[in-house]
């Protein structure tokens, strides 16, 4: 995704050795084109091991001089720390490690080349995809109905599933003769400049689609945990508690057209208290995390923050354990019959395509595949390992969406893009999770507003930090623009399902389809009708995009 640096130009003289080796550790294994850098030097990607790298080694001497060896190897040797081993570092080519994408209670032993085994490949793509839409597939569901929802899940998977493997089979047929092998690089080497430029904007809108849905979110689960000690200190209620008097930790924040509270007529009639002045989750609440996150944005190193990666992992499987829980509590509640019975759960819904534009975001991992797929040892066994990977993460998005939205027990109308809305503050276990997910959120968004700083400064200025003044000012407008969407249109199923028909349509839907019939057509085996039918795909990503405008 990165602009090319020529070594014979430039080499290593457009990165500013102290860029790489200071006392602050100023993003060693994130930049991308450090190590594009170190693998058109040696043609192949560098895998660093310490039995191989010691001074007086003839045969790395002889390969370049003795003052670069010497800076080269005092750069690995730092390095060399953050491996998970101690021994061994691969040094992939897009903004963050390709560790960051493994939890680290799944990592293997490695072996001398650096490689990852099938089944740590499949973890490592299940969970990256895994994300905060999670939270919303109960309401993506709601807004498909019943067997609609399931085959809009289903679909959208094997759509993305089989795009995603024509990057992969581009880039095996490509990647020789593209040293970068990222999306970017393959449409600019196959379609030109214009592709590129175009890939690079819309994963730059990829992220900050992220950061904006991260930053709602954290805004959310910061209000509520306040609110909870709050209220257990003061011994008082939510002004949110409608809920029923048969289920007391069950809500239905919004009425049927998406508006206010159920009771907010009457609480219109109620004095606000001052704590609920100054506390408030669409006014003040995501100007006060500006205290706590602004500081974190401005690192010029994240590695600290790829350690916390497994809590990603975690808080997946807390997910799945709280719905697990709170669904086995209500029980079954359907009525495919009685459009009256406050169960009744229609099969299909015209505002389907809410979940279709959402799952286009949900299941979006294209610009990053060729990094973690290079990094399976036994590469012959990508297609099955990503296609698993992929099934993983259909029925884990089918399981939530579907035993959350069979079982709650109001009308379905009732289910929030946040599931977690759905209950009340003291809950417990609702309590501990949004703790835990803020928290996990804390330590992400730094990493994702690094990738979107990273990628902008490289496409303007080819510099991954021009400088502490260019970063305020840059992390200021990205900041700026997450607290009006908080504000304005707190709305994470919203924004994720804009976010994902309008990135989706060129990287899902366009971009793969059109590398792959370049690349086709580079070998001299085109045909009519696989051109024909592989046009259809961009088709389905168009009208997905316009059906957003009417749901």
């Known amino acids: 995704m990165y602009d090319k640096v020529d070594p014979k130009s430039q080499g290593w003289k457009s990165y500013n050795q102290s860029d790489y080796d200071s006392g602050s550790e100023s993003h060693p294994l994130v930049s991308s084109d450090a190590s594009q850098t170190s693998r058109r030097s040696f043609g192949r990607p560098f895998t660093y091991h310490a039995n191989n790298f010691r001074k007086g080694d003839t045969s790395w001497e002889k390969q370049m001089s003795t003052s670069m060896t010497s800076n080269r190897l005092q750069y690995y040797s730092k390095l060399q720390t953050y491996a998970s081993d101690g021994l061994t570092l691969v040094i992939p080519d897009h903004v963050l490690p390709f560790t960051y994408f493994v939890p680290y209670i799944s990592r293997e032993e490695p072996r001398g080349d650096g490689k990852q085994s099938s089944l740590v490949t499949i973890f490592a793509v299940w969970n990256t995809i895994m994300g905060s839409s999670l939270l919303t597939m109960p309401w993506g569901m709601q807004n498909a109905g019943l067997l609609m929802g399931v085959i809009t899940i289903v679909l959208m998977g094997g759509l993305c599933l089989y795009t995603t493997h024509k990057i992969l089979q581009v880039n095996t047929r490509h990647g020789e003769t593209n040293s970068d092998g990222e999306v970017a690089e393959l449409a600019t080497l196959l379609l030109g400049r214009w592709a590129g430029y175009i890939a690079k904007m819309f994963s730059l809108l990829v992220l900050l689609g992220a950061v904006i849905v991260y930053w709602v979110l954290m805004s959310n ?168 990977a992929y099934l993983l993460v259909t029925l884990t998005y089918a399981f939530i969406g579907l035993v959350f939205y069979i079982c709650f027990p109001l009308q379905k109308i009732c289910i929030s893009d946040n599931l977690l809305d759905n209950f009340q503050n003291w809950d417990p276990m609702t309590a501990i999770a949004r703790v835990f997910l803020f928290f996990q959120l804390m330590t992400v968004y730094p990493l994702i507003a690094f990738m979107l700083r990273s990628q902008f400064f490289m496409a303007v200025a080819r510099n991954v930090y021009p400088g502490l003044p260019h970063v305020l000012g840059f992390n200021t407008v990205v900041v700026t623009v997450c607290i009006l969407f908080a504000v304005f249109l707190p709305s994470i199923g919203t924004i994720i399902r804009y976010t994902g028909a309008l990135c989706g349509l060129l990287y899902i839907f366009t971009l793969p389809i059109l590398l792959h019939l370049a690349s086709k057509r580079a070998c001299g085996k085109t045909s009519v009708v696989s051109t024909v039918l592989h046009l259809t795909i961009p088709v389905i990503g168009a009208i997905n995009l316009l059906a957003q405008f009417y749901v």
């Open 221 to 388: 689960f910061l209000y509520h945990s306040v609110d909870y000690l709050y209220e257990t200190a003061t011994h008082t209620t939510s002004s949110q508690d409608n809920s029923s008097s048969a289920l007391p930790s069950v809500l239905c924040p919004q009425d049927e057209n998406g508006g206010d509270t159920l009771n907010a007529t009457s609480l219109l009639e109620m004095p606000v208290p001052l704590y609920n002045k100054v506390w408030d989750i669409t006014t003040t609440v995501p100007i006060f995390l500006i205290l706590i996150i602004g500081p974190l944005i401005n690192f010029r190193s994240v590695t600290f923050f790829t350690k916390f990666n497994s809590l990603g992992t975690l808080s997946v499987m807390y997910i799945l354990l709280f719905v697990i829980v709170k669904s086995a509590s209500f029980g079954i509640n359907v009525n495919f019959t009685n459009v009256t019975n406050i169960h009744f759960t229609p099969l299909f819904r015209i505002t389907f395509p809410a979940l279709s534009g959402m799952a286009a975001l949900s299941f979006f991992i294209h610009n990053i595949i060729i990094t973690i797929m290079r990094n399976n040892r036994h590469q012959e066994n990508n297609t099955r390992d990503l296609s698993i």
